[in-house]
């Protein structure tokens, strides 16, 4: 095997979602001391502590306690190079979330032992499995108190229609949380914690060793014996073609703040996961090990550095080895380019970078000619990835600058947030742009947005509430078609017709009840969930 080939080889790429307050940056940060690319763990809501988590870097994240923008961190360990997409886990999280998960190849899932499956872990869920990629399930927080494990893996399959398997079992919760059994070796792995430090003590011991009974009590003994009989025999057969495709998802149960069960499941996960999938481009496929660069971005930040006032493009490697020294092409902009000061990211810090391979993200400086979903590749071999699909806001706002003299920086302040993909903007057809509609697919997004035009843009916002809550593309099947105009539609009072700044026309809608009334009443008419692509 070339040195090439093992490079790509070793590269695991992956995005850990959830929902608020499941412990997902806790479990990234232990990783990352795993894999020694930090030496302390940050405590994310430590108000007394000054130390923020390491991959929240926005002012705001760290006002808060909160990741608002989704952060990309690589490490190595165990002779694997390790890309981490740590999304955002606040309830008012962004269509920045669903995006980072078309860069991943695989999803880790946090879910709270005490609460189960909750709203975002569903609308997340239901992104992987569109993109038919392998999800693990790390069941979280085992310290404290929880729910029974049977009925908490009874609920995700219910919930998010998923078949689970268990890797581990755990042995009582809270203060009585005294380690895990691996099914797959039949050991009991028990654990001593070290809070903070780099592995919890953990001690490997036969479940019929006799020992085992004074170690952990002789009632949890007979319970654990009970509850291996009950697995073996009640739970479906481990697939790991199934795994691969997202049909079944190996479940562990584990304490991210405690260190209890994160190694193993790093190790368990990294043996199970392959190198960097495919990508479609149109009827071809793109293969990691194809040695043309490709690469598509997913995701763009203004102002990670504000005394520079830069913007990075962060792009996903498809295939191939990237080379800073060589011309890339650029397809949506039609020409050669070399990448300005290409970079790996560890959240805010970052490194200048020479090369990278298939699986790695990188993040280079963009002068403003890069939009999410760009495609580039090597300039003898034009192609274009896929569009990454735009995902329909759930909240609308209209807004507007105090000061009629900032009308400028108004605009573009809106127009460089939206190019980022944290908002979405929208006009009423046939007016000027004096008010602008902002869609968000979380309430925080409007609190980012005020926080980032007050800051970077000096403008202060009028903001007015719409009783908006679903949103459709219009889809024209002749592209020569004139434009609707709203006296076209029969429409209820409850919805309305917007186009957005690419000029792409929508119907927003109050009601599930006004889609149906629209769909039923205007004949011909063609509305789609998505926008710009189909999964």
């Known amino acids: 095997m070339s040195q090439y080939e093992s490079e790509i080889k070793r590269r695991r790429t992956f995005a850990i979602i959830s929902h608020p307050d499941a412990g997902k940056t806790t479990l990234t940060e232990k990783f990352l001391l795993y894999g020694g690319a930090i030496a302390q763990a940050g405590q994310v809501k430590g108000k007394k502590n000054t130390r923020a988590a390491t991959s929240d870097w926005m002012e705001i994240e760290k006002q808060r306690g909160i990741s608002v923008t989704s952060s990309v961190m690589q490490f190595q360990y165990d002779g694997f190079c390790i890309n981490i997409l740590d999304t955002p886990g606040h309830q008012d999280f962004s269509e920045d979330t669903y995006r980072t998960l078309m860069a991943a190849d695989s999803a880790v899932m946090v879910i709270d032992a005490a609460k189960g499956v909750e709203a975002q872990t569903r609308k997340l869920f239901k992104v992987c499995a569109m993109r038919d990629i392998p999800i693990f399930t790390f069941i979280n927080k085992m310290d404290r108190e929880t729910r029974d494990p049977f009925e908490l893996c009874e609920e ?10 268990a890797m581990n079992w755990p042995i009582g919760c809270g203060k009585e949380f005294k380690g895990v059994y691996d099914r797959q070796n039949r050991k009991v792995i028990h654990f001593t914690s070290n809070t903070n430090a780099k592995a919890a003590t953990a001690t490997e011991i036969e479940v019929n060793d006799p020992a085992l009974a004074d170690l952990i009590g002789a009632a949890k003994h007979s319970q654990l014996v009970d509850e291996i009989e009950l697995l073996d025999g009640a739970s479906c057969d481990f697939d790991m073609e199934r795994v691969r495709h997202g049909k079944l998802s190996p479940v562990f149960f584990g304490s991210a703040l405690t260190n209890f069960g994160v190694e193993p499941f790093l190790e368990e996960f990294l043996r199970m996961t392959t190198a960097p999938l495919p990508r479609r481009a149109g009827e071809q496929v793109v293969d990691c090990f194809d040695e043309e660069f490709s690469a598509f971005v997913f995701k763009i930040q203004a102002n990670m550095n504000k005394a520079h006032r830069d913007r990075i493009a962060f792009m996903r490697v498809v295939s191939g080895r990237f080379d800073a020294e060589k011309e890339v092409y650029h397809m949506q902009g039609g020409k050669k380019m070399r990448l300005s000061r290409p970079q ?3 959240a805010a810090e970052r490194e200048i970078i020479e090369e990278a391979y298939a699986g790695d993200i990188i993040g280079v400086f963009d002068p403003g000619i890069f939009s999410i979903g760009d495609t580039l590749c090597a300039p003898g071999k034009k192609f274009l990835f896929d569009p990454i699909p735009t995902f329909a806001p759930e909240h609308f706002m209209r807004i507007r600058s105090i000061d009629t003299m ?16 944290a908002i979405q903007i929208f006009k009423t057809p046939y007016t000027g742009m004096e008010e602008v509609i902002v869609g968000v697919v979380g309430t925080l997004q409007f609190d980012v947005l005020e926080y980032r035009l007050r800051s970077e843009y000096n403008v202060e916002l009028y903001k007015e509430g719409l009783p908006y809550e679903y949103l459709r593309w219009v889809v024209r099947e002749d592209e020569d078609a004139q434009p609707l105009k709203e006296e076209d539609l029969l429409l209820p009072n409850d919805a309305k017709l917007v ?9 927003l809608f109050a009601s599930q009840w006004s889609i149906q009334w629209v769909t039923e009443r205007n004949k011909g008419l063609v509305l789609a969930e998505f926008g710009g692509a189909k999964f």
């Open 499 to 507: 186009e957005d700044y690419k000029g792409n026309q929508l119907l």
């Open 156 to 165: 995700l399959e219910k919930e998010l229609g998923i078949d689970t398997y």
């Open 406 to 421: 900032k009308r400028k920086q108004f605009l573009k302040g809106v127009e460089q947030i939206a190019q980022e993909g």
């Open 344 to 346: 790996q990211l560890m």
